[in-house]
């Protein structure tokens, strides 16, 4: 599924016009504001070769370009507008000088879909992100990809089909089985051990018209582990928070698993309250390239 066109705030541009469009600033001597190569905040649509998508931008301030970006998936039924507002991320990715990348789901309600037609939403989202670092708005090396639930999902299964494109992968509420093969980028897991959606002691998990056997949350989140070539775990209690971080993966990256306790299928979006703030760690590991160490304290809630 080709990208066909990009139109915001009625501006229209064509795919074939986004590689001359970018060639014609690369002799410019002066720093690009993102505002001048980025589509205009807010929502954007594209044409698709499936008909017409959306996706919420979030670009910040006076920054220049390309920015490190954050690419936020929501969950099944939900909005990303509203996703980005109510987990924190669009305010702690503005704090941290971040682009903010937020794709639309399909349907009524809104579904990602991972078991079928994934390639659908796989060519949407590189679509996207190919414009964006055609046109200079977004740097390829530093983009963090994060999702809630069924979006924590997409976001598995993009990340490990394309997992040059990201500093991390950051995955709440919806841990699928280990899924790269080649490569893993850093990763950072947490669940609530209260779930009751996705329980953290595994069992069947409706996906789509499809159940599937998931296994405990640490059971899996060690498998993730080991096929990137990880060492053996370290343990760090910071109640709610347990985190359980292993080092000296391939590719010199890590994976981190924090299990919060008496927290339920919601996305950590106050340290406050939940002990992590996900949308501080995702920001991060998209500016930094790579997620900060357990327990986060460099992440502070406000």
């Known amino acids: 599924m080709a990208l066909l066109a990009a139109v915001a705030c009625g501006d229209s541009i064509g795919a074939n016009e986004v590689g001359s469009a970018a060639g014609g600033r690369a002799g410019h001597g002066r720093t690009q504001l993102a505002s001048e190569v980025c589509p205009p905040e807010g929502r954007w649509r594209i044409d698709t070769e499936a008909g017409a998508r959306w996706v919420e931008l979030r670009v910040p301030q006076g920054a220049a370009a390309p920015l490190p970006a954050v690419v936020a998936v929501h969950g099944f039924g939900a909005q990303a507008d509203r996703f980005l507002a109510?987990?924190?991320?669009?305010?702690?990715?503005?704090?941290?000088?971040?682009?903010?990348?937020?794709?639309?789901?399909?349907?009524?309600?809104?579904?990602?879909?991972?078991?079928?037609?994934?390639?659908?939403?796989?060519?949407?989202?590189?679509?996207?992100?190919?414009?964006?670092?055609?046109?200079?708005?977004?740097?390829?090396?530093?983009?963090?990809?994060?999702?809630?639930?069924?979006?924590?999902?997409?976001?598995?299964?993009?990340?490990?089909?394309?997992?040059?494109?990201?500093?991390?992968?950051?995955?709440?509420?919806?841990?699928?089985?280990?899924?790269?093969?080649?490569?893993?980028?850093?990763l950072v897991i947490t669940h609530g051990i209260d779930d009751s959606v996705v329980p953290f002691g595994g069992g069947p998990q409706r996906v789509g018209e499809s159940q599937v056997a998931l296994p405990t949350v640490p059971d899996s989140a060690a498998v993730w582990a080991t096929q990137g070539g990880c060492g053996k775990p370290t343990t760090i209690v910071e109640p709610p928070v347990t985190f359980t971080r292993w080092a000296g993966c391939a590719s010199e990256a890590t994976a981190v698993l924090g299990a919060i306790d008496g927290w339920g299928h919601a996305w950590p979006g106050s340290a406050a309250s939940s002990g992590i703030d996900v949308g501080c760690v995702l920001a991060a590991a998209a500016v930094s390239g790579a997620p900060p160490s357990p327990p986060f304290s460099d992440c502070p809630a406000e």
């Open 86 to 186: 109510e987990s924190g991320i669009e305010q702690r990715s503005a704090a941290a000088g971040a682009l903010v990348v937020a794709p639309q789901a399909l349907g009524d309600p809104p579904r990602w879909e991972v078991l079928a037609d994934f390639e659908r939403d796989e060519a949407f989202i590189t679509g996207v992100l190919d414009s964006l670092q055609a046109d200079g708005c977004l740097d390829p090396g530093r983009v963090a990809m994060g999702g809630h639930s069924a979006g924590s999902a997409l976001a598995a299964f993009y990340g490990c089909a394309h997992p040059e494109r990201f500093t991390a992968l950051v995955l709440n509420a919806g841990l699928p089985p280990p899924l790269c093969r080649e490569a893993t980028p850093n």
